[in-house]
């Protein structure tokens, strides 16, 4: 089994979920920067101009969406996302591994049930040419596919984890297990 994934195409495709987790925050952190432009603008045209920024509240909300979801992905590849532990923290590293495969399992089948369900609201937007109401009718569907892509982002993280958290496991059973293999059974590339 290590054989087989040893291979410079299996390498590329543990790899892929992180490329693209560090591509999509990127673009997260570029919308970001646009929100704090636009929120600053709209406080120096209240300001000096005494009046807003037609549909800000609008934009804003789109904005919302694609940073958070565009930043899912690699908040996992990180580790970032908030974890309990008080019982795993009490259990021996190997049943501390083992639960963990479980739990990203768990946590990759119901991303994947969201992203489906995502997908299905997409093509219905889509189909129906969804706008929201507003001072400015922004179309749905461009927050809906950050959605859907955010989603499957993070699909594709847990899935990479479970397999690299399997491999660590698997390395524990055959023998010792170095101070870099702790780290990864702890999660997170830091």
């Known amino acids: 089994m290590n054989s087989l994934l040893e291979t ?45 920024i037609r549909g800000l509240f609008e934009y804003m909300q789109l904005l919302v969406v694609l940073i958070a979801f565009l930043g899912l992905a690699e908040a996992e590849r990180n580790g970032d996302h908030i974890r309990v532990t008080i019982l795993t923290e009490r259990m021996p590293r190997k049943a501390t591994a083992v639960v963990r495969v479980f739990a990203m399992l768990v946590s990759a089948l119901i991303v994947l049930w969201m992203t489906v369900m995502s997908y299905i ?35 594709l993280m847990y899935v990479t984890r479970t397999i690299e958290t399997v491999i660590e496991l698997k390395k524990s059973f055959s023998g010792p297990v170095d101070a870099d293999a702790d780290g990864a059974l702890e999660g997170g590339e830091k």
């Open 121 to 155: 609201e997409l093509s219905k937007s889509l189909g129906r040419g969804e706008y929201a109401a507003g001072l400015v009718n922004l179309p749905v569907w461009p927050a809906r596919i950050v959605i859907v892509v955010g989603l499957a982002a993070l699909f």
């Open 8 to 52: 410079p195409v299996a390498r590329a495709l543990i790899a892929f979920p992180g490329h693209l987790a560090r591509v999509l925050a990127i673009l997260a952190a570029s919308f970001t920067v646009i929100a704090a432009l636009l929120l600053t603008a709209e406080v120096l045209s209240r300001v000096f101009f005494d009046q807003p």
